[in-house]
């Protein structure tokens, strides 16, 4: 995926996050390891992306797009997914209250399963 930087989304707990358009003009998110040598975080990051494959088609979770680990440690490792869609935009800007309730069981239900 021709992926190129076009803002910053801050940086996460096992690395930093992009929004990125790819030539296809597909926006998405990569997240790259800020920390490649260190083992922990490099099998963290191999987790997430083993679990993102296992769950490609599972209600709530965000396909992976892309993905490269490198065969050298220095070398940078990363992921692409689609942008999710903020909640605030998915409910509306004045949503009645079932409407949230329900958007947040929906995310319940993904974290529970």
């Known amino acids: 995926m021709g992926n190129r930087r076009v803002g910053g989304a801050g940086l996460r707990g096992n690395g930093e996050v992009w929004r990125v358009r790819a030539d296809d003009g597909l926006n998405g998110a990569i997240k790259i390891?800020?920390?490649?040598?260190?083992?922990?975080?490099f099998g963290r990051f191999i987790d997430?992306?083993?679990?993102?494959?296992s769950y490609a088609d599972y209600p709530g979770i965000l396909p992976l797009r892309d993905s490269h680990l490198p065969d050298a440690?220095?070398?940078?490792?990363w992921y692409v997914m689609p942008l999710a869609t903020p909640i605030r935009q998915f409910v509306g800007d004045d949503?009645?209250?079932?409407?949230?309730?329900?958007?947040?069981?929906?995310?319940?239900d993904t974290l529970t399963s």
């Open 95 to 108: 949503p009645e209250s079932h409407i949230v309730v329900g958007a947040l069981a929906e995310v319940a």
């Open 73 to 77: 440690v220095d070398a940078a490792a």
């Open 48 to 53: 997430e992306i083993a679990f993102l494959t």
């Open 33 to 41: 390891l800020r920390r490649p040598k260190d083992r922990y975080r």
